[in-house]
């Protein structure tokens, strides 16, 4: 694992790493994935990128010198993409020591689409994926006519809002907007000047893909300025956004994910109390059912192709079709983008109903509100796949 382990977004590294950490000793307590040398158990290195892509290059270098085959990323579509394209490199120049690289968080578009690669596989739904479920709920809101769209300044942040003006213009042309900002990604310690211009804007609701601390600041200063509009979200249901938000945030803040613990069945809340179990600390409550999916997809994969090589090992995870605790999910190998469900959900007060769960002991939880089947999450694609040989 390739991640953010100090500086700003120290907490969301922490947090992944507890999520693969869990899956790694699942798949190890049922002895490993079966080879022909015998059963193998899969080990988890962690290196700190330090929210500098310089960092994750050079993690990466020492990480094969290790001799790690399959490398873990996710936080940063930036570093993601440097990422592609030096392990890209590296594979064409030393094909024995050949990697891939299983994406759980970085969600640009463009890394499945024109910078798709056979060595990267991507687990969770892309940013124009989570867009449209989002912009399923909004499109719904009649009482909207005003939207603020803000975002961190780099691929990813761009990408959410340019799909947001397109989709916007699309489904509801009617709504103005009213102000499309971005701010520096992981610098900002203050954000009540944003959140002032987001007021003075008279937008009455705020369109943002921005996550950690970026997020929670941001929704903080909202808070202490007065906004009363709504946040639609990619990540705010998680990592102190709800309790920085509290009362203000109940039926306001939307979140969209690929699970939330409250999806109403019983093999999601044994899930979710399963992890809670492992790890019981309320600031330890970060928990993604994709992270888990990859680690089946891997463990799955590895099987069916004997090896942990990186050409067979890629070929079969091209094929991977996996289940956990009822969600499902599979590969599409034309661009190497998993198909699963998404869910759309509202923050609400912890035994709300619906809210049988909260979110790191804030006492706010996410109503699920719509569930998106994986045929309707799916979206096409522009990659031209090169596979090797």
């Known amino acids: 694992m390739i991640e953010s382990l100090s500086g700003a977004f120290a907490n969301t590294g922490e947090a992944v790493f507890r999520n693969l950490l869990w899956a790694v000793e699942r798949v190890n307590a049922r002895g490993g994935v079966a080879t022909p040398q015998g059963r ?7 290196y700190d990128s330090k929210g500098q892509n310089e960092e994750a290059l050079s993690a990466l270098r020492a990480a094969i010198d290790g001799g790690a085959q399959v490398v873990l990323q996710g936080n940063s579509s930036a570093t993601a993409a440097a990422l592609v394209d030096a392990i890209g490199r590296h594979n064409e120049r030393d094909p024995a020591k050949a990697v891939v690289f299983l994406n759980y968080s970085a969600v640009d578009p463009i890394l499945t689409n ?17 867009m449209t479920a989002l912009m399923a709920e909004l499109r719904d809101d009649r009482a909207l006519k005003s939207v603020y769209l803000f975002g961190q300044d780099y691929s990813f942040g761009r990408a959410v809002l340019r799909e947001a003006r397109r989709q916007l213009g699309a489904q509801r042309p009617d709504v103005r907007i009213a102000g499309d900002e971005l701010h520096p990604l992981g610098r900002i310690k203050d954000f009540a000047p944003y959140a002032t211009k987001i007021q003075a804007s008279g937008a009455q609701a705020v369109i943002t893909g ?11 200063a909202a808070r202490d300025v007065g906004y009363e509009g709504k946040f639609y979200t990619f990540y705010g249901n998680a990592l102190g956004a709800p309790a920085a938000i509290g009362d203000a945030g109940i039926g306001r803040v939307i979140a969209v994910a690929d699970w939330l613990p409250n999806v109403p069945t019983a093999q999601s809340e044994q899930f979710y109390r399963a992890f809670r179990q492992r790890f019981p600390k309320p600031t330890e409550d970060y928990v993604h059912m994709r992270m888990q999916l990859m680690i089946e997809a891997l463990a799955q994969a590895v099987e069916k192709a004997g090896t942990a090589d990186a050409i067979p090992l890629a070929r079969a995870l091209e094929q991977a079709d996996v289940s956990l605790f009822g969600q499902q999910g599979r590969m599409r190998a034309a661009d190497h983008q998993f198909q699963q469900s998404l869910v759309v959900g509202v923050m609400d007060k912890l035994g709300a109903p619906g809210v049988k769960f909260d979110v790191e002991g804030s006492g706010y939880g996410f109503r699920v509100v719509r569930q998106v089947a994986p045929a309707q999450a799916e979206m096409p694609h522009s990659c031209r796949m090169v596979r090797p040989g």
């Open 114 to 130: 024109e910078k798709c690669s056979f060595w990267h596989f991507r687990f969770d739904a892309h940013a124009d994926m989570r």
């Open 40 to 46: 193998r158990l899969l080990q988890l290195e962690r």
């Open 210 to 220: 921005n996550w950690g601390n970026d997020l929670t600041l941001l929704v903080k």
